[in-house]
């Protein structure tokens, strides 16, 4: 599966955007981007995936690129409740099941 | 729907004692996961089932971790005997055959 890079830290405002980035320059043509969180002593908490394009849901939005190496999750109105570690993990669905490595993940500290 | 529950959420053990953890998956879910957490990292995947086959438990330490999923719903996840260095998070994850993960609480082991 394709490596991850995303940055160890970022602080938002309540209620702004928050823009998370991920690289996987080396990701190849049948791997899903998938974006999990994980709040203070849960379990991993599923927020969206895609494969090439756009994906919206109640929780986030995935915008991908074009050449698929790098993307970003956006919430939309960050709450003090979206304080959490997330995770940016690509993986290639099949027979076998997803296979999930997870990263170092982004320290998101989001501040009144 | 319920969701993945875990037993139990914490527990303390003395080193060399056995231990064991109890995972029931989200109803339907045929494949089930048994996660390691160590402390500040990113979930580590120990084994997989597929209804009651491992299909893979590459990275699970077979000297002293077992697990087993009979009847292909319920898991146990078991360590004999426990050292210090297993103090962590287990986390316990399910999906249909190539669906979306979903974790559960994770029970915190404790080995003094």
């Known amino acids: 599966d394709a490596k991850t890079t995303q940055p160890t830290s970022m602080d938002c405002a309540e209620g702004r955007a928050a823009n998370l980035p991920c690289n996987h320059s080396?990701?190849?043509?049948?791997?899903?981007v998938y974006w999990y969180r994980q709040i203070h002593s849960q379990g991993p908490q599923y927020i969206i995936h895609?494969?090439?394009n756009n994906e919206t849901n109640e929780m986030a939005s995935l915008i991908i690129t074009e050449d698929r190496k790098s993307s970003t999750l956006i919430l939309p109105h960050a709450t003090l409740r979206d304080t959490a570690v997330y995770y940016c993990?690509?993986?290639?669905?099949?027979?076998?099941?997803?296979?999930?490595?997870f990263g170092g993940g982004t320290r998101v500290l989001v501040k009144p | 729907e319920a969701g993945v529950v875990q037993s139990p959420r914490y527990k303390i053990i003395e080193k060399k004692q056995p231990v064991a953890f109890w995972c029931n998956p989200i109803?339907?879910?045929?494949?089930l996961y048994w996660y390691l957490q160590n402390l500040g990292q990113g979930p580590e995947l120990l084994i997989r089932?597929?209804?009651?086959?491992?299909?893979?438990d590459s990275q699970l330490p077979k000297d002293r971790f077992s697990a087993e999923r009979l009847k292909g719903v319920d898991s146990t996840l078991k360590i004999q005997p426990a050292e210090l260095g297993d103090s962590a998070v287990y986390l316990c994850?399910?999906?249909?055959?190539?669906?979306?993960?979903?974790f559960g609480p994770g029970t915190r082991l404790t080995v003094l």
């Open positions: 080396t990701i190849s043509g049948n791997e899903y």
């Open positions: 895609g494969l090439k």
């Open positions: 089932y597929e209804n009651e086959e491992a299909v893979d």
């Open positions: 109803s339907g879910h045929n494949t």
């Open positions: 993990i690509v993986t290639s669905r099949g027979a076998a099941g997803n296979k999930l490595t």
């Open positions: 994850a399910s999906s249909l055959e190539t669906g979306v993960q979903f």
